[in-house]
């Protein structure tokens, strides 16, 4: 833990010090100075100022906010329905929230409008798997619940496959198939980055203070029943806040997939499935692999590349690796 979050500090100071326009480290020090006391900005330190806070700041501190939530996500939604190959977007919201964007790009929405309405219907797709679930019946709630996400997911994707092959309009097809792959380039601004901020503290809040809870649901619904769990409250606490989470991110950067799923076998294997420590490695290393992935393409490429495709490029042979390594654990 305190190995990540050296070295997510270390990358923080090195991603706003370096880039196309190169900020010193006195430099860099100077300005937080100046900002924190409220003092005026040299004439030759505006430039890099406004480098510094409009531009690299808002976006390393969402790339961290946005990996740290999904996989924090990611990791309680594994711990949840005992299954190691559960991503956060299990349940619909990925697919809920990119309907949402779709009517929104195609009707010309300002951009706070799209992240309400990916958010809105992203959380709809959840609300709609767990009414469906208990619709259904109580028993295998778990597995029911994994079986109605598969379908509603499906219905979702298949409806905003309809809004894009009915889409006349090119400019709006194009923005809503790069929004679908996800970036972190119009969603860094202060006012994003406070609503993430609250909206992750309302998902991950909670869920650090039922780490003994859900490690106790790990052993099995009977077990935890035993030790005085409320497994049915637990259950709808951790899919509530894992959803909160996951909508958050999606609705302010769209579909940036394979954190939630990688990042959790990562974090098992430095310290083990005990959610007391699984749940802050999980959010710190997150945080870094984002923003390092992020940093890293910025530096190498020119232009805007999507980071959803990034992350799958990484994620896929990373999640077979971790997979070959653990072979005897999931065997």
Not at 34 to 60: K, N, S
Not at 168 to 187: C, H, R, T
Not at 189 to 199: E, G
Not at 230 to 238: C, F, I, Q, S
Request: charged content about 10%.
């Amino acid at each position: 833990m305190i190995a990540l979050a050296a070295g997510l500090l270390a990358t923080v100071v090195a991603v706003l010090m370096f880039g196309r326009y190169s900020i010193s480290f006195n430099d860099l020090v100077t300005l937080f100075g100046l900002r924190l006391a409220g003092g005026e900005i040299p004439a030759e330190l505006r430039q890099a100022d406004a480098v510094l806070f409009t531009i690299r700041l808002p976006r390393v501190a969402l790339a961290i906010l946005v990996g740290a939530a999904l996989s924090a996500s990611g990791a309680v939604y594994q711990g949840l329905f005992r299954n190691p190959m559960v991503s956060p977007d299990i349940l619909g919201v990925s697919s809920g929230a990119g309907v949402g964007a779709s009517l929104a790009i195609i009707w010309g929405w300002p951009t706070p409008l799209l992240h309400a309405a990916a958010f809105a219907f992203g959380l709809g797709a959840v609300c709609l798997v767990l009414a469906i679930t208990r619709l259904v019946g109580r028993d295998n709630s778990l597995l029911i619940m994994i079986l109605v996400g598969v379908v509603v997911s499906a219905l979702f994707s298949s409806i905003g496959s309809l809004i894009k092959y009915m889409t006349s309009n090119e400019q709006s097809l194009i923005a809503l198939v790069l929004w679908l792959m996800g970036s972190l380039a119009k969603a860094g601004s202060w006012s994003s980055l406070m609503i993430l901020a609250l909206m992750t503290l309302a998902g991950a809040g909670p869920l650090f203070l039922l780490r003994w809870k859900l490690n106790a649901l790990a052993f099995g619904e009977e077990e935890a029943r035993a030790v005085g769990v409320n497994v049915e409250r637990l259950k709808l606490a951790t899919v509530v806040c894992g959803t909160l989470l996951t909508a958050s991110a999606v609705a302010l950067c769209g579909l940036i997939g394979w954190v939630g799923l990688i990042i959790p076998h990562l974090a098992r294997f430095l310290v083990g499935p005990n959610f007391r420590a699984l749940l802050p490695v999980t959010m710190l290393g997150g945080g870094l692999f984002l923003l390092l992935v992020d940093s890293l393409v910025r530096l190498a490429l020119p232009g805007e590349v999507p980071i959803g495709i990034l992350t799958a490029i990484i994620g896929a042979p990373l999640f077979v690796y971790l997979l070959a390594r653990g072979r005897r654990e999931w065997n």
